[in-house]
């Protein structure tokens, strides 16, 4: 899953496809490099960020999803709100990609449930804006899983089939830095459970801090490039685990470490 984020505010790629015409040259360029599904975002979720009206979310995916969508591409939408969810689906986006789960728009799940469409819920403990002051955990492995299964038999009840829905731990959402390695160590768990598992670490705010700790010889400042590179890492060892999708900004980079990874395990 390839990141287009059309935001201008995204912490690693922010402002730079906010143009319809480039977001979906973007979408275009990550199809070419191996994405089998385009995820589209006019939200940034990054830590601190401020939430953004619908009506201007809108705005910005729906130009970008109907004209990828008209050239065979499969759409998610990345939306926490229900309005845009249900316009994105009519412009043809097959997943709604909800970081929070149902949580944020208490409608979403019903929307969702009145089409055909695919839900990925997300593990979430609240907004962006505040969202460290929730990162208590005893054992993060353990609760980010009832919590998600939480989610989960919300949206079967809400009338959601099951071969329809997608779980995601949701890393750095409510997480610190060791939080989501023990997420990353015990993966595992997650998709022995049952539903698709998407993974979502990419240039995450732990990767970089692990370089950093890793000490002035590991090579100066931590590069976008060296978020891929850790990010490639992450993906092979979400793939080993059994996930069903990793979503990404350099796909290039994840495709190359998945195509190692499948001829040499
Ligand atoms: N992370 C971001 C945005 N959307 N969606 C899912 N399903 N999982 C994630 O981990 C996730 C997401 C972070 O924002 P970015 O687009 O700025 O990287």
């Known amino acids: 899953m390839g990141v287009v984020n059309v935001t201008p505010d995204s912490f690693s790629d922010g402002g730079r496809y906010l143009g319809v015409a480039d977001a979906v040259a973007h979408g275009r360029a990550l199809r ?32 970008v999803i109907s004209a ?34 149902g949580l944020a728009d208490r409608e979403m799940l019903d929307v969702v449930a009145d089409t055909e469409a695919h839900i990925a819920l997300g593990h979430w403990r609240g907004p962006s804006a505040d969202m460290y002051a929730r990162a208590q955990y005893d054992d993060v492995l353990e609760e980010v899983l009832a919590e998600l299964g939480e989610r989960h038999h919300e949206a079967m009840a809400a009338g959601i089939p099951p071969d329809r829905i997608v779980v995601d731990p949701g890393f750095g959402f409510g997480k610190r ?15 022995a459970w049952g539903p698709r598992v998407l993974v979502g670490t990419s240039r995450k705010r732990f990767l970089a801090e692990l ?35 990793v979503r990404v900004h350099d796909v290039a980079a994840t495709r190359d470490a998945l195509a190692v990874w499948r001829a040499g395990r």
């Open 32 to 63: 070419a490099a191996g994405a089998d599904i385009l995820d589209v975002g006019g939200e940034s979720t990054r830590p601190g960020a401020e939430r953004v009206d619908a009506a201007v979310e809108r705005a910005r995916v729906l130009p």
């Open 68 to 101: 990828l969508a008209a050239e065979g591409a499969m759409i998610s939408v990345d939306t926490l709100n229900a309005s845009t969810a249900a316009a994105a689906i009519a412009a043809g986006a097959l997943i709604v990609n909800d970081v929070s789960g």
């Open 177 to 191: 830095g060791e939080q989501n390695w023990a997420l990353l160590r015990g993966l595992e768990r997650v998709t």
């Open 211 to 245: 370089l950093e700790d890793a000490g002035e010889d590991a090579g100066g400042a931590v590069t976008e490039a060296r978020r891929d590179l850790a990010t490639a890492v992450t993906s092979v060892l979400a793939a080993q685990a059994g996930a069903w999708a």
